[in-house]
């Protein structure tokens, strides 16, 4: 018998997971042969140079792309191979997605946006989900703009609207995409701190790309990436430590 996901503590694993995008001498190989997962309950950063391939490792975990070759699964849920239908209501049910550039509908107000995932999935939030969107919009300082729409939004409000559309259905893996990238610092630490209760407190399964060394000292765990492949994954680091880390994955570079 295989082993499961479950077995091995995991919310979502990649094995041997290829991808690549176009084809002939214009191939990009993005990713090369990657195998890791998202543990459950844990909050991970996932760090690395620009084109090293960790948007596109979180959208073929998430269920948003598909790989070129190797394996993937959500909880015990093989979505290698999976139906669109069967794909799309899965990662309805289990996912929360911070997409880089917040994916917001232009037509849809602050709220209208926040509640997608509910209307989405055809049904309108609980007493408890409307208690916690109300907790969200408050942290996350939307209350003074549920009804305007994303185009007379800042580019920090628009990414504060899509952390908390993420989160709404408090789904069980969250993956997120630079979520502090647009944000000052005090909004910054804000949703960092939202993201380390979301697992801390709430055992939700989180995976953060981000470039901030600051940021990736919150996480439980931090996976480097470079040129498609893991070129670290370490147990909680101090800022201090990332920047070295980084610097030294540099100076690497340069000299390779
Ligand atoms: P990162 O998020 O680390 O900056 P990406 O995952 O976005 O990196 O990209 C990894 C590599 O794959 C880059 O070389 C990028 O140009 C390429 N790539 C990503 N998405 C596409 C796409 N849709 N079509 C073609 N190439 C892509
Ligand atoms: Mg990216």
Same mark, same amino acid.
């Given at each position: 018998?295989?082993? /499961? ?19 002939? $001498? ?61 794909? /799309? ?31 989405? $999935? ?49 789904? +069980?893996?969250?993956?997120? +995409? ?41 996480? $439980? ?5 470079? $040129?498609?492949?893991? /070129?670290? +994954? ?15 994955? +540099? ?6």
């Amino acid at each position: 018998m295989e082993i /499961t996901t479950t077995d091995l503590g995991l919310a979502a694993r990649v094995q041997q997971l290829t991808k690549t995008f176009g084809s002939g $001498d214009g191939e990009v190989r993005a990713l090369d042969n990657v195998s890791v997962g998202v543990r459950r309950g844990e909050f991970t950063a996932i760090m690395g140079p620009s084109g090293s391939g960790k948007s596109t490792l979180m959208h073929v975990m998430a269920g948003l792309d598909a790989a070129s070759s190797g394996r993937a699964w959500i909880g015990d849920t093989e979505i290698t191979g999976l139906g669109d239908k069967e794909l /799309t209501l899965l990662r309805r049910r289990r996912v929360g997605f911070v997409f880089q550039g917040f994916n917001l509908v232009p037509t849809l107000d602050v709220m209208g946006n926040i509640l997608l995932p509910f209307d989405l $999935d055809g049904r309108t939030p609980s007493a408890l989900e409307r208690a916690r969107i109300e907790g969200l919009v408050e942290t996350l300082g939307l209350s003074p703009r549920l009804r305007h729409r994303p185009h007379e939004l800042s580019g920090g409000q628009q990414q504060r609207v899509a952390i908390a559309r993420a989160l709404a259905t408090a789904p +069980d893996l969250v993956f997120a +995409d630079e979520p502090t990238g647009n944000l000052d610092s005090r909004s910054g630490c804000e949703v960092l701190a939202l993201l380390r209760a979301a697992s801390a407190e709430h055992g939700q399964s989180i995976a953060m790309v981000t470039h901030d060394p600051v940021a990736a000292s919150h996480a $439980d765990r931090v996976v480097f990436l470079g $040129d498609g492949r893991i /070129t670290a +994954d370490m147990p909680r680091q101090t800022a201090e430590q990332i920047s070295a880390h980084m610097l030294a994955a +540099d100076g690497a570079g340069v000299a390779a």
